[in-house]
């Protein structure tokens, strides 16, 4: 029985020892011996096992199989897991409907919910297993809170479909619906997509948000090099489970704390992986906020920093032609890291696993012949996946989307929705085409409340053959979502930002090149007439999160007293001149 004296300071047990040594802990080690505790296990550090596993998805339904392994390198390094769970909202399946509004919620939720567990029982280091968008972002923000020895393990990207010889993904079934809706295919062809897209368990296949996240977490340094690459049914992947098992262990005995692996050096280095992957315009708001909870200052226009000097490198969709499985079979995230590390685009830095950024990158091996990855001489695209900019519409930024279209500037009418539904509608009959500027509002973090992503409407026009298009919005856009798309518009018009003053035939242009999003249009006359509509219903938890959500330019976190929205200064100047 460990004694209240036992408080050597290079102790692994340093937290939990609090709850399990000593006379006056007895009660304490009564419930933890009824849970399968015994005298040696009090001698060990305690590891939380946070799983987002449920059967609802198949991004998380096979992630209880992978704590198995997880437990197993866990107790072979000497530490005792302590398994919990937490909850998934998945974005495929609530996506276009109002379900989806819980989906950018659930990140906080999941953080909170960690936090808790491993706080209220003081365990000396945890170790999330996450899945589906936004258990993600939340494990590290979680992490960047407590600021305890633990990491993120991926459960992995899924298998392609496949229709014949030809490979498919979810992309494909958003974008079968729009055809659908155009009437250019049938229920049986559309059955035939849907039935094909998803054969497995693993999260969604291309360089979507989870996919995006977890190369980020692997680049910062908070995931080991090469455990999140492996296909979810991959043999390989319960080795990695394993050795991920032994790392947070290593890690309680080293003392290495979360914040080694979250600082601006390797924030900048994730945002350059991103870029270069061709990745979601969602890792703006999560890295964001992952900077926020651990007090590192790192905001929106580092990230468009690292899309301005950081070309992109993959071929992957949405806008390319591979999915995650291929990248991960051509050379992986180690490849792209040694692409970018030779080319000076990012710092060696620490990472989990005990070696350097750089060591693990020198480790990639190349697939013979494989086009997933180009050289940085030779890119896809010579600057990275999106960009940031501001004007009239967007005082403090909007974030638009480069893959998957070539077109630098766009002018058009304003057709305006209060809500993604409508928006959605007027796509399918017929309402909106080519050379409008749909303006989709009242979707924010406060608005909707929780910040829907427009990936209906998107995969709709692509279905339709509409092209010629652009699409402002104050809520995200889904990793699956291309085309010339801005989204995370702040203030939002909830907040009484100037995109809930714009009307139906406005002028709108969109300039990449000059970082504008501006509208012919006297917007402060008419704030002076302008009533802000009532806002839609909420209770709950929604109510709670719109009570205390920050704007999307602060990474729509829900902790008290974020920093101000890094803004452009140099834009926000040219606007009140």
């Known amino acids: 029985m460990t004694t209240e004296d036992d408080n050597a300071p290079n102790d692994p047990r340093q937290r939990s020892r609090v709850v399990t040594g000593g006379a006056s802990r007895a009660a304490a080690r009564s419930y933890l011996r009824a849970a399968g505790m015994d005298d040696a296990d009090f001698e060990k550090p305690m590891i939380a096992v946070v799983n987002t596993w449920s059967s609802v998805t198949p991004c998380n339904m096979h992630l209880d199989r992978l704590a198995k392994d997880v437990r197993a390198g866990i107790i072979a390094a000497g530490g005792f897991p302590i398994d919990f769970n937490t909850i998934v909202v998945t974005d495929g399946i609530s996506m276009g409907t109002p379900g989806m509004k819980a989906s950018l919620i659930s990140r906080e939720v999941v953080a909170d919910s960690i936090e808790l567990a491993v706080q209220g029982h003081q365990l000396d280091g945890v170790i999330c297993i996450v899945g589906c968008d936004k258990t993600i972002p939340a494990a590290a923000m979680a992490l960047a809170r407590m600021d305890i020895p633990g990491l993120v393990y991926y459960g992995g990207t899924i298998m392609p479909g496949r229709i014949g010889t030809t490979e498919i993904s979810i992309q494909e079934v958003f974008e079968a619906i729009g055809a659908h809706g155009a009437g250019t295919i049938d229920d049986a062809q559309l059955k035939m ?71 601006r050096a390797s924030l900048k280095n994730a945002a350059a992986a991103v870029s270069a992957s061709g990745g979601s315009t969602n890792a703006v708001l999560h890295l964001t906020a992952i900077a926020i909870e651990a007090g590192v200052e790192f905001g929106v226009e580092d990230c468009n920093t690292a899309c301005e000097e950081t070309p992109v490198i993959c071929d992957l969709k949405p806008g390319g032609r591979f999915l995650a499985s291929h990248l991960y079979a051509a050379g992986g995230t180690r490849l792209v890291t040694q692409r970018l590390a030779e080319a000076g685009k990012i710092v060696n830095a620490p990472t989990v696993s005990g070696r350097s950024l750089f060591a693990e990158a020198a480790e990639a091996e190349e697939a013979p012949g494989q086009q997933v990855v180009t050289a940085i001489q030779t890119p896809i695209s010579p600057r990275g996946s999106y960009a940031v900019i501001y004007g009239d519409v967007a005082p403090d930024g909007a974030v638009i989307k480069l893959t998957g279209h070539k077109v630098d500037r766009f002018e058009g009418p304003a057709c305006v929705f209060d809500s993604e539904e409508d928006a959605f509608h007027a796509v399918q009959d017929g309402s909106v085409g ?144």
Request: with cysteine; glycine share 14%.
């Open 193 to 263: 997509v849907e039935s094909a897209a998803c054969p497995g368990a693993g999260a969604c296949g291309g360089q979507f948000t989870a996919n995006t996240m977890a190369m980020a977490l692997s680049v910062m340094g908070l995931s080991p090099m090469g455990a999140n690459d492996v296909p979810a049914v991959d043999p390989a992947k319960g080795i990695e489970g394993e050795r991920c098992g032994r790392l947070i262990v290593e890690r309680v005995f080293a003392g290495d704390t979360a914040r080694k692996y979250i600082t």
């Open 434 to 577: 080519e050379g409008d500027v749909i303006v989709i509002r009242y979707e924010g973090p406060r608005g909707g409340p929780g910040m829907r992503e427009m990936l209906q409407v998107t995969a709709a026009l692509k279905g339709r053959g509409i092209h010629d298009v652009a699409l402002i919005t104050d809520g995200r856009f889904s990793g699956a979502s291309y085309g010339f798309v801005a989204g995370h518009v702040s203030p939002e018009a909830a907040a009484g930002g100037p995109i809930g003053l714009i009307r139906d035939g406005d002028r709108i242009v969109i300039d990449v090149t000059a970082r504008r999003i501006d509208v012919n249009a006297d917007l402060a006359g008419r704030r002076i007439d302008h009533t802000q509509p009532p806002a839609t219903p909420a209770t709950g938890v929604f109510a709670k999160y719109r009570a205390s959500v920050a704007s999307a330019a602060q990474g729509a976190v829900t902790i008290p007293n974020p920093p101000p929205a890094q803004v452009r200064v140099e834009a926000k100047t040219h606007q009140e001149a």
